[in-house]
């Protein structure tokens, strides 16, 4: 709940529940931009613990399509060859499937911050573009697990503060 107060307060909370509404009417996500998206993302997911992430991602995989999913993994996947990068787990059968895939980007964020931007990377990304995102699906993703890993801050400290 400290986290949800102090990232409101320093974003503005009618900032982010702009952000929030703008993700949540779906695809094509064309109002989200890539900065807003990675600032927002990386502020957030600093701030959370493994199986919070996990549970966010979750929650944003879950809003995509099974065409949307396919094609972000794809995109990880070729974006992983043109920057020969490797990761265990990225090239198996049925990643798609949201709780597989869930729980790699969780292992990625887990070991390395960063690692998934680098997968979600656009191919004229340089280190001077600060990693412009390949695709909407993938700055979907990126902004979905913000916004969840936020709502459900907020759910569970409500929780907490019921019992």
Request: net charge negative; charged share 30%; glycine share 10%.
């Amino acid at each position: 709940m400290e986290m949800l107060g102090s990232l409101l307060q320093e974003v503005g909370k009618d900032r982010f529940e702009d952000f929030a509404r703008r993700w949540e009417q779906g695809a094509p996500w064309d109002t989200l931009q890539d900065d807003e998206t990675i600032s927002l993302y990386d502020r957030i997911v600093d701030e959370i613990g493994p199986a919070a992430f996990e549970e966010a991602a979750l929650a944003s995989l879950d809003r995509l399509s099974s065409q949307e999913r396919r094609a972000l993994v794809s995109e990880m996947q070729a974006n992983g060859r043109r920057q020969d990068l490797n990761y265990p787990g990225v090239h198996e059968e049925g990643l798609d499937a949201p709780r597989k895939l869930a729980g790699l980007l969780s292992r990625m964020h887990g070991e390395r911050r960063g690692m998934i931007r680098q997968f979600l990377a656009a191919s004229e990304s340089t280190p001077e573009t600060g990693g412009i995102l390949s695709s909407p699906t993938a700055r979907a993703t990126l902004a979905g697990i913000a916004v969840m890993a936020v709502r459900q801050a907020g759910r569970s400290g409500l929780a907490s503060r019921r019992s």
